[in-house]
């Protein structure tokens, strides 16, 4: 049986524009191979898609076969969220995760993780994980203030507040609060001990490793 593959499209600069590489992937090592192939050969930015089965497609007949598995949502927020890492540790920017929502897709869709906010769930992701790895060691019995641009408060908080009861439960004395002069994408946390902080791109380049 198949399992969920996933397409990436890397638009990388040419003489007059920009030349467009599909690649796909069955698993994580193939993924971020394919990811690898993209940012060597000079992407601008990328588009990362998980496969949708489609009615009226050759995918939805080896489904419907028993042939083709897709995977799970949360595999693919977690999958992408990996691809995601990779791209912003090399300064590529991702455009867009998933495809586009649509009155039509949504009646087309057979399976396959499809969300209307799949790029945010990725990123929220991508944040969660940011802000575990600035934590990792924090004594939950002691207070502490996890700082983060205004701007990443939706990715901090997390679809339907998820990423912060997830850090509230692990983390009861933390506070969460919004700051207007940190760079974009950095966290930062106060404790008793003092200050440490962790941008974006050095965590990305921390996961990547």
């Not at 990779?86 to 396959?112: K, Y």
Request: a neutral charge.
């Amino acid at each position: 049986m198949k399992r969920g593959a996933f397409a990436l499209y890397a638009a990388a600069a040419v003489a007059a524009g920009f030349a467009l590489i599909a690649c796909s992937a069955e698993a994580m090592e193939a993924a971020r191979a394919s990811l690898q192939q993209a940012l060597a050969a000079g992407a601008a930015l990328l588009r990362i898609y998980p496969t949708l089965v489609l009615r009226g497609t050759e995918l939805a007949a080896r489904y419907a076969a028993g042939c083709y598995q897709p995977q799970t949502l949360p595999e693919a927020v977690e999958l992408c969220a990996l691809l995601l890492a990779e791209a912003l540790a090399a300064g590529v920017p991702v455009t867009r995760l998933g495809l586009n929502p649509s009155p039509e897709l949504e009646a087309a869709l057979l399976a396959g993780p499809y969300h209307p906010a799949f790029g945010a769930l990725v990123r929220e992701k991508l944040k969660q994980w940011q802000a575990e790895a600035l934590l990792a060691g924090q004594d939950a019995a002691e207070p502490a203030m996890l700082r983060f641009p205004r701007q990443d408060l939706p990715l901090v908080f997390g679809h339907q507040r998820q990423g912060m009861l997830a850090l509230a439960k692990r983390w009861p004395q933390l506070a969460l609060l919004p700051d207007d002069h940190l760079p974009a994408g950095e966290l930062r946390l106060q404790t008793q001990a003092g200050e440490r902080c962790l941008p974006e791109r050095e965590f990305c380049q921390q996961l990547r490793a």
